[in-house]
């Protein structure tokens, strides 16, 4: 086969890089193997790699997140990121074996601190009876864990998590751990086991269609060498640029990475094979053949690379996880293998072309893109309105797309999860381990009556809400407010009490009558001590008289003994008439000691008289005085005094008589009457105070009396009030049982929602029987209140998710115009999460949207140099886009009832984009080749010349994305099913029959703003 001068020449003006690579084609093929082989045995496994990643499924600053992370901290360690659920069963009844179980259970994943963070205690019956099924034969247990849902490393956790449940279990007790987290472990498992089902399927899939439509083996071995290589290079780099910390790698980075290098590398080697082929048939050795398809595909195979590099690298601006960790590994994949491409594939078609291996085949679909661009060019209306007629027809099903958050659905229904979830749901109420959680978090302790009222008027708010079945919280641990705590039981409670206490009233008014006979006779006593404490008083006027006149005679008997002292020292000095005056001296001492002695017998009367026989002188303190005083008279008289006077009478008469000595005589006459006067001064001073005491008690007297007197009136008016008492406890027994039926209707209605009385005094919360919901429901430093409430609907559906809403707002406005307005209300729990997925996913679907169209519509226009060119291009990859989409919604949706995974219209998008823009841009480059003025003809050329391309390379791609179907998640699934449909509907259609159509109808204006070329350019270009 002999090569023509101007296809020589063009071979021998190819760039010298491809040259270089065509002549040392051995070299570049080992130094590509050698890379590959040391990057992959230097490099982790991209598996491994994606298992370091703590990237969340849905951002961390995202509501539901903020508000999980502040529940972890409130009623956790503060280090739960996410949580789990171990359920067991027994459906015989759970055995006293199975309860040790799960508190050795609870005690081993505690002390399990690298993977779990926060396990719920169980240790005391009463919390272990709440997590038990009523009928006895399920329960569960809630396990937090520090990674973060959907990461990488909480999957190991999740795994650490089973492997300790699965120790120890009793024979004959189902174990299975569940929850959103688990869920989502199950789903990342079940897709990377399907990376090595997919590949496999996939290069078996491609080598066929590469064999029935070449019927070379060696044209098959080429091109799955190269993807070979181009794979297991990608992952390798893709690997080391998430060591590198370049961007994130995740569980799904290798799944979708697999499919679609397997589908680009497939195109770009196809787009180089057919220029090889038509060098070859135009008589071009195999070096020359190689080295021009490298310098007239390069370009367009380099421009579509960048057009899927760019347009997945958008996905890194997204803010959910699965968008940024596969969007940049993608891109990086698909650069690597634009390098081998236009390096590795020259070289092996030199290589393999120099043996005679790649040598054309006789096309036997030719003829059929002869007619169908004959057909296009002739007709161009009509065979536009004939393929916009079933794009938009398909396109037509696109706004009805429903997306589904329900990762159970997405997964196999044996997965470990999905065991629990219906295990739970035998045993327990709906959505049991997945409600939605109100969490209030306030400045102050809410550990008060108000507070707590006010957290039962939100639970009861929250309650109302349609969809809602049952309200957990503080003020309603079961379901339903405590019954103790609502004021009509309170009120019911005090109804009957005071019906009870009008009973006991009624029992009671004979006593009351009784009390009235003795307040009677209290009130004749009293008037009887006033008449006696009267004539106190006037007694005591008296005796204070007497006392004075006692106190005057003192006087005198003091001066006559001073009297008496004189004529003693007289005698003593005179010796003259001494015995006349010894007798006259006795006589006298003897008289006045008899006047003593009546005295000291008065006095001893008069004390014990007011000491034995007066009742009221010892109550009061003036005449116990009075009393004391006159005792100390009586007793210095009767002791000193009186004895005294005696032996002084006693000595004078010694004198008188002769019978003792003078001298002794006086002296002991001196000494009586010296003791005799100093009792005289202590009887006088006493007898003063005495009078004086007396004084007081006449005064005392008067008053006592003036005080029975009142007592007296008082003791009258009690008996009068007494009466009435008596008299108006009937109609208080009348008003007691009216206002207990009161109460008790009140108990009746108060129990309404529009009433909804509630009080719950702080102390309640300190019995044990309410300390368990107390540390479910409130945090322990009382600042932070939980409020669980399960919905009637999926927990992961659309509509639980927009009920979170309502619920958020629902509490926030019972709490308005409350002390509690200021408090933070947030939601967290799977319908939050999937609320917040929501919003995230449609946010970042718009910017990758917005993005990618710009960059694809950027690289078209610096290649084709065509406003016009670019942005029809544009267009038709979005309406492509739309039908693959809209074919995807009937299939899945409205045939088989099944809705699309909010994943798939976003990758999709980015997928089919971006691939249709690497067919429209060898299409319509080759136009650029065939047609620079527009003309049909040129147009048809370059439709006939890259028909067989554009499909080959169409039916290789999407059989690597149909081979995604492989997968046991519905998610990888329905993108492979949707990105191949698209695929398809690009190659056969908008390809072969939309652009061409357009482009005809266009002309010279598909250009613009390019001038045509003058005619000689353009017959040159058509020859």
Not at 226 to 232: A, K
Not at 334 to 363: D, F, H, Q, Y
Not at 570 to 594: F, N, Q, S
Not at 672 to 684: F, I, T, Y
Request: charged content about 20%.
């Amino acid at each position: 086969m002999s090569a023509s001068p101007d296809n020589a020449d063009s071979a021998d003006r190819a760039p010298w890089i491809a040259r270089v690579i065509v002549r040392r084609a051995g070299w570049v093929v080992l130094g590509w193997v050698a890379l590959t082989a040391v990057l992959n045995l230097v490099v982790p496994q991209i598996e491994e790699v994606a298992a370091r990643d703590s990237s969340a499924m849905v951002p961390e600053d995202a509501p539901s997140m903020v508000a999980v992370t502040a529940m972890g901290e409130a009623f956790g360690s503060g280090e739960s990121e996410s949580f789990v659920v171990v359920a067991m069963e027994r459906t015989s009844g759970l055995r006293p074996a199975d309860k040790q179980y799960a508190v050795r259970l609870s005690r081993e994943l505690r002390a399990d601190e690298s993977n779990v963070a926060f396990v719920q205690d169980v240790r005391r019956p009463e919390l272990l009876d709440a997590l038990t099924s009523r009928d006895g034969e399920a329960r569960y247990l809630l396990v937090g864990i520090t990674g973060v849902t959907g990461a990488p490393a909480s999957i190991r956790q999740v795994d650490a998590v089973r492997d300790v449940a699965d120790d120890h279990r009793p024979d004959g007790l189902a174990v299975a751990v569940t929850g959103p987290t688990a869920t989502v472990t199950d789903v990342a498992t079940e897709t990377e086991e399907s990376i090595l089902r997919i590949t496999i399927v996939t290069i078996v899939g491609i080598g066929l269609i590469l064999l029935v439509i070449y019927r070379s083996i060696g044209v098959m071995l080429l091109i799955l060498t190269v993807v070979g290589l181009g794979l297991g290079l990608a992952r390798a780099v893709t690997a080391w640029c998430g060591i590198a910390g370049v961007f994130t790698v995740s569980t799904f980075s290798g799944s979708f990475l697999t499919a679609v290098v397997l589908g680009a590398a497939t195109d770009y080697a196809v787009f180089l094979l057919a220029r090889y082929h038509e060098g070859r048939r135009d008589g071009l050795d195999a070096d020359h053949a190689a080295a021009l398809a490298t310098s007239r595909v390069g370009a367009v195979v380099a421009g579509s690379a960048v057009t899927v590099v760019l347009a997945t690298s958008v996905m890194a601006l997204a803010h959910m996880g699965i968008f940024r960790t596969t969007g940049p590994a993608v891109a990086v994949s698909v650069a690597v293998n634009l390098a081998i491409s236009l390096s590795l594939t020259p070289a092996l078609l030199a290589i393999a072309g120099r043996r005679g291996w790649l040598e054309p085949k006789p096309s036997r679909v030719s003829g059929v893109w002869e007619r169908v661009t004959g057909l296009v060019a002739a007709r161009p209306g009509r065979m536009l309105v004939a393929s916009l007629v079933p794009l938009l027809a398909l396109a037509a099903f696109y706004p009805v797309m429903d997306k589904s958050y329900d990762l159970r659905d997405a997964q196999p229904e044996e997965t470990e999860s999905n065991l629990g979830y219906a295990m739970l749901d035998r045993h327990f109420p709906v959505n049991e381990v997945l409600p939605d959680y109100v969490l209030v978090e306030a400045d102050h302790d809410l550990r008060n009556a108000r507070d707590l009222a006010l957290l039962e008027r939100a639970a009861a708010s929250a309650e109302q809400q349609p969809g809602v079945v049952l309200v957990r919280g503080i003020t309603r641990p079961l379901g339903r407010p405590i019954e103790q705590a609502s004021l009509s039981h309170q009120s019911g409670i005090v109804g009957e009490r005071l019906g009870r206490a009008g009973e006991r009233l009624e029992e009671g008014e004979d006593g009351a009558r009784r009390l009235v006979d003795g307040a009677g006779q209290l009130s004749t006593g009293a008037d009887r001590l006033a008449s006696g404490s009267g004539r106190l008083a006037g007694g005591a006027r008296q005796a204070a008289g007497g006392a004075g006149r006692i106190a005057d005679g003192t006087g005198d008997l003091a001066a006559g003994i001073d009297r008496l002292l004189d004529g003693a020292e007289a005698a003593a000095r005179g010796t003259g008439g001494l015995r006349a005056g010894a007798d006259e001296l006795a006589a006298g001492l003897d008289a006045a000691a008899d006047q003593v002695a009546l005295a000291v017998d008065g006095l001893g009367m008069v004390h014990d008289a007011l000491a034995t026989k007066s009742l009221t002188c010892g109550l009061d303190p003036a005449c116990r005085q009075a009393r004391d005083a006159l005792r100390q008279i009586w007793v210095a008289e009767r002791d000193q005094l009186l004895p005294g006077l005696r032996d002084a009478a006693a000595g004078a008469r010694r004198l008188a008589d002769g019978t003792g000595d003078l001298a002794e005589g006086l002296r002991r006459l001196r000494t009586g009457l010296e003791q005799a006067r100093a009792g005289a001064d202590r009887l006088a001073d006493g007898q003063r105070v005495f009078a004086a005491r007396l004084d007081d008690l006449a005064d005392g007297a008067s008053r006592v009396a003036g005080g029975v007197d009142q007592l007296a009136d008082g003791a009258g008016q009690v008996a009068g009030g007494t009466e009435q008492v008596a008299s108006s406890l009937p109609e208080l027994r009348r008003g007691l049982q009216e206002a207990a039926a009161h109460l008790r209707r009140t108990a009746r209605v108060g129990d309404a929602p529009a009433v909804g009385g509630f009080y719950l005094p702080p102390t309640a919360l300190e019995r044990q029987d309410f300390a368990a919901a107390a540390r479910l429901y409130l945090s322990p430093d009382g600042r932070t209140a939980r409020i669980a409430v399960l919905g009637a609907t999926d927990a992961f559906g659309r509509e639980a998710a927009a009920r979170t809403v309502e619920l958020e707002e629902a509490v926030a406005e019972a709490f308005r115009g409350t002390r509690l307005e200021g408090a933070t209300v947030s939601t967290t729990g799977m319908a939050s999460t999937n609320h917040d997925l929501a919003d995230y996913s449609a946010a970042d679907f718009r910017l990758i949207a917005i993005c990618a169209l710009v960059a694809v519509f950027l690289v078209l226009l610096a290649l084709l140099r065509s406003i016009v060119a670019a942005g029809l291009l544009v267009g038709t990859v979005v309406l492509s886009y739309a039908s693959a989409v809209g074919l995807a919604v009937l299939v899945w949706q409205v045939l088989l009832g099944q809705e699309l995974e909010w994943t798939v219209a976003p990758i999709a998008f980015v997928i089919l984009v971006a691939v249709g823009a690497d067919y429209n841009l060898l299409l319509t480059k080759r136009m650029h080749e065939e047609a620079p003025d527009g003309s049909a003809s040129g147009i048809a050329r370059a439709t006939i010349a890259t028909g067989g391309v554009i499909t080959t390379a169409g039916l290789i791609f999407a059989a690597s994305t149909f081979a995604m179907m492989a997968a046991t998640v519905t998610t990888v699934t329905q993108v492979g099913f949707t990105i191949g449909c698209g695929l398809l509907l690009d190659t056969f259609v908008v390809r072969s029959l939309l652009v061409p159509a357009l482009a005809t109808l266009l002309g010279p204006r598909l250009w613009w703003p390019q001038r045509p070329p003058g005619k000689r350019v353009a017959e040159v270009a058509a020859s």
